[in-house]
T-cell receptor, first 115, second 110 residues
Framework: EPEVTQTPSHQVTQMGQEVILRCVPISNHLYFYWYRQILGQKVEFLVS????????KSEIFDDQFSVERPDGSNFTLKIRSTKLEDSAMYFCASSEFRARDSPLHFGNGTRLTVT | GESVGLHLPTLSVQEGDNSIINCAYS??????FIWYKQESGKGPQFIID?????DKRQGQRVTVLLNKTVKHLSLQIAATQPGDSAVYFC?????????FGAGTRLTVKP
């Protein structure tokens, strides 16, 4: 069964550094998402992306965050200047149709640790 | 065993028993709902979905019930197995994105 893949599985970075988290969505999917999960808490929506632009973003997704689909297969999340509170699991997801028409499929996440 | 969503974040059941996990959603305009299972170190995994024009949907060993009047969703797992141990999240979908509930940790005792 096709799956969403994320790299790296674990990223350690120093406060103030830039990080790029990478995702390869399922190949025929058109809608892409980033979520994050702080340890022991619920999964929180960050951003949705379709047709090379952001469809929706949450209050968490401030100017330090950006997303890009640099080619036909990758979908990236960049954090410009990491803060300690950015430490979390970051999940990429994709769906064939928009979220209200088809379920999201998630990758296994990237654990980001900011020291 | 039965949980009451946000107020009881853990549920422990005996192997072979049925489990009921509850969820209260927030937006009366949400029209699509999904249950996800998250095992340790993994991403959320789709279990079953239901649209607002239905009040019940059955899958393999799982049933989802939707009560729009009180904005309540439940997941029933029949004959719970050790492999069902995980955190279960309900999610509601409105327009472009999906929002998760707080989750319930299900522990299955052998």
């Amino acid at each position: 069964e096709p799956e969403v893949t994320q790299t790296p599985s674990h990223q350690v970075t120093q406060m103030g550094q830039e990080v790029i988290l990478r995702c390869v969505p399922i190949s025929n999917h058109l809608y892409f998402y980033w979520y994050r999960q702080i340890l022991g808490q619920k999964v929180e929506f960050l951003v949705s992306f379709y047709n090379n632009e952001i469809s929706e973003k949450s209050e968490i997704f401030d100017d330090q965050f950006s997303v890009e689909r640099p080619d036909g297969s990758n979908f990236t999340l960049k954090i410009r200047s990491t803060k300690l509170e950015d430490s979390a699991m970051y999940f990429c997801a994709s769906s064939e149709f928009r979220a209200r028409d088809s379920p999201l499929h998630f990758g296994n996440g990237t654990r980001l640790t900011v020291t | 065993g039965e949980s009451v969503g946000l107020h009881l974040p853990t549920l422990s059941v005996q192997e072979g028993d049925n489990s009921i996990i509850n969820c209260a959603y927030s937006n009366s305009a949400s029209d699509y709902f999904i249950w996800y299972k998250q095992e340790s170190g993994k991403g959320p995994q789709f279990i079953i979905d239901i649209r607002s024009n239905m009040d019940k949907r059955q899958g393999q060993r799982v049933t989802v019930l939707l009560n729009k009047t009180v904005k309540h969703l439940s997941l029933q797992i029949a004959a719970t197995q050790p492999g069902d141990s995980a955190v279960y999240f309900c999610a509601e979908i409105l327009s472009h994105d999906m929002r998760f509930g707080a989750g319930t940790r299900l522990t299955v005792k052998p």
